[in-house]
């Protein structure tokens, strides 16, 4: 096995030499400009063919630990295996950083840096394993030369592993600034919009005390739309409710021939907690109203009545389960026929489940 091991190291070593040379000719020797555009993805082949060169190398070393050629380095056991980890690691990120480091176009020194680091630094390794590959271990250890070789090799990859780690550890300190910096300014920007919102709220809250008892209907049920807070509409609602001849006019604008304007007030039923049992009848009349909307509308597209085919279904049944359940079963059951008449569509069908939720006397979702 010992007399193959010298030709499996020497063969790693030569596809080393032609992988190295084979980065250098892709990139015309580090002179070429780097892809862009759909291109850009072969810029991987700087990164990967000299990895691929390097484990190689690495693989050649090792086999010359086994064989005793870096006995020179020290007599202890492990010590050479370890040496020769570090310095090749340390030697293949050198390289490997000099290899991408030639496609910055814009440094005047990307060539010198690819040619020194990406092509002759991994051909003077591999001539150097080569050589202990191919020589006797008892000849090694009176050459004078191999110590201040290694030591100056070794003290490069000591010295990449140094530079490696004060960038690692200024790029965490930058991403961490940057992370600190988004924070600051997330929380600026939610400081800023909860101001903006209270201010908004102030704004709301003293136009809706400013309106007059009188004010139509329609202006304070404005009072409830979704882009006011709940607080406000808590507000809102006891201002309706304590407005006068309400369930008059309550019903007056139940009457509107657009079914949305009439949801609008069922909105209000809904969100008015315990309800007047005196709106009963008019909401009675609503739900029959909008099954009425549903039929017209099935029967003639152009009808525009109908503008949310499952919202304005369920609006109705929110307002209807305020009074307990199934209290208008009669004119649900109405509704349900009609939404079933609707052009299919998943809109139509998920209405038609929430009737059937309420005709069952579950409650319907919010």
């Known amino acids: 096995m010992r007399t193959l091991l010298p030709g499996l190291g020497m063969i790693a070593l030569g596809l080393a030499v032609l992988l190295t040379f084979l980065l250098a000719l892709t990139t015309s020797f580090f002179t070429l400009r780097p892809p862009s555009g759909p291109d850009s993805m072969g810029r991987v082949v700087v990164f990967f063919i000299p990895i691929a060169a390097w484990l190689l190398v690495l693989l050649g070393a090792l086999v010359g630990v086994g064989l005793g050629r870096f006995d020179w380095v020290s007599r202890s056991p492990g010590v050479p ?18 290899a991408v480091y030639s496609l910055e176009v814009h440094s005047p020194l990307r060539t010198p840096a690819g040619l020194a680091g990406g092509f002759l630094l991994p051909l003077f390794v591999v001539g150097l394993v080569g050589f202990l590959l191919r020589s006797d271990p008892a000849a090694l250890a009176g050459t004078r030369w191999l110590r201040p070789t290694g030591a100056v090799l070794g003290t490069l990859a000591v010295l990449t592993f140094c530079v490696g780690f004060v960038v690692l550890v200024k790029s965490s300190a930058e991403n961490a600034s940057r992370v600190e910096e988004g924070r600051v300014a997330d929380e600026a920007r939610r400081t ?14 003293a136009e809706l005390a400013a309106l007059p008892d009188d004010t139509p209907i329609e202006v304070f049920l404005t009072h409830l ?19 006068p001849d309400l369930t008059a006019r309550l019903a007056a604008r139940l009457e509107h021939p657009e079914p949305l304007q009439r949801e609008y007030v069922l909105s209000f039923v809904e969100m008015a907690g315990t309800p007047d049992q005196a709106w009963e009848p008019a909401v009675a009349k609503a739900i029959a109203r909008l099954a009425a909307d549903y039929r017209a509308g099935a029967q003639d597209s152009s009808r525009r009545g109908i503008t949310h085919v499952k919202g304005l279904a369920w609006g109705a049944l929110l307002a209807a389960q305020t009074f307990g359940p199934r209290r208008f079963a009669a004119e649900v059951t109405g509704l349900r026929a009609a939404v079933a008449a609707w052009p299919e569509g998943s809109e139509r069908d998920e209405a038609v489940a929430l009737v059937d939720t309420y005709l069952a006397g579950k409650p319907v979702p919010e």
Not at 81 to 98: D, E, I, N, R
Not at 192 to 205: F, G
Not at 230 to 243: M, S, Y
């Open 81 to 98: 295996t370890l040496a020769v980890l570090g310095s090749v690691a340390g030697l293949g990120v050198l390289s490997v950083a000099a």
């Open 192 to 205: 800023l919009m909860r101001a903006e919102d209270a201010k908004r709220e102030e704004a709301q809250a």
């Open 225 to 243: 739309f979704i882009d006011k807070s709940k607080a406000h509409h808590r507000k809102a609602v006891e201002r309706i409710r304590a407005l």
